[in-house]
């Protein structure tokens, strides 16, 4: 049986796609088809993974915003796994990241199925990411607003987000716990980092807070947190709770259920804070790299 590995070029294609992802990560939102397009660069790549014409797995290959490196991610549903899908997809991916000129490749697994295929492949362990998760069961009450801040929504702002990059964008991106620096465009800050809501803490008009929601087209009573983070300047000061609580309120009376978020392991304080504000443990996902080719 012939595997055919082609880009995705229609909506039919993207919504494909989006059904494998679905499959695959249930427990993750999956962009509509609308934000995939909006992220749209000539560095990424999608692709299906056709076996006689059935759809059987995915792929996605891009520019990683960790370092100098491209990012890869195969996926395969379950009832096609383990007849070479997952590597022919793999070397696909890995083939268009070497094309882009990077040395090195990033993927992540969060199973020990995954864990182990990447292994066997050469990647290894660079970082890991904890899964938090809030349940919501009534009402959420904010702390008091810390004084001389005012809270608004990047929506009904328009602009600050944007200029809000020089500053405290680069400043928030260079304060995660990774194995390398974020590298972050001005244009990718605008399109993957805004949550929508996204709760802006001004102070004499600039930004020195955020926190946000990325809402799931998919299933509606559940959303992710979007970047929370917090000047160094005002740090300590009950603002990072402020805007969580402010973020969770917000998701509770618009119909959410469950909040949930992606922390890195070395960023200690925020795992606490989440900890604090009642999010449970849920999973863990790990961070993986290897040379593009190997010898």
């Known amino acids: 049986m012939a595997l055919d590995i082609s880009p995705c070029d229609t909506d039919a294609d993207l919504e494909e796609w989006r059904r494998v992802r679905i499959a695959v990560v249930p427990y993750e939102r999956t962009q509509s088809i609308a934000e995939i397009r909006a992220d749209e660069t000539p560095e990424r790549l999608l692709v299906l993974a056709r076996e006689d014409g059935v759809v059987v797995g995915s ?173 160094r300047d005002w740090r300590r000061r009950g603002l990072a709770v402020h805007l969580k609580l402010v973020t969770l309120a917000w998701a509770a009376g618009h119909g959410i259920d469950e909040v949930y978020t992606w922390t890195q392991d070395g960023n200690a304080a925020m795992r606490a804070l989440n900890t604090r504000l009642g999010y449970a443990t849920t999973g863990v996902g790990v961070q993986l790299s290897r040379q593009t080719r190997r010898p």
């Open 59 to 231: 792929g996605m290959a891009n520019r990683s915003e960790i370092g100098k490196a491209g990012s890869v991610i195969p996926r395969v549903l379950p009832d096609h796994r383990r007849r070479g899908h997952g590597t022919a997809l793999l070397e696909r991916l890995v083939d268009h990241v070497a094309d882009l000129g990077y040395d090195t490749v990033r993927a992540g697994a969060d199973d020990e199925g995954s864990l182990a295929f990447a292994h066997r492949f050469g990647f290894e362990e660079v970082n890991r990411e904890v899964e938090q998760t809030y349940r919501i069961t009534g009402p959420v009450e904010p702390t008091p607003t810390p004084e001389g801040i005012e809270v608004v929504t990047a929506q009904e702002r328009p602009g600050l987000w944007e200029g809000a990059y020089e500053g405290f964008g680069l400043e928030a991106l260079a304060g995660f716990a990774v194995d390398a620096p974020l590298e972050v465009t001005p244009d990718g800050w605008v399109r993957s980092w805004l949550g929508d809501p996204m709760f802006l803490a001004l102070h004499d008009g600039e930004v020195v807070g955020c926190a946000g929601l990325g809402l799931d087209p998919d299933r509606p009573t559940r959303a992710e947190n979007s970047l929370t983070a917090v000047r």
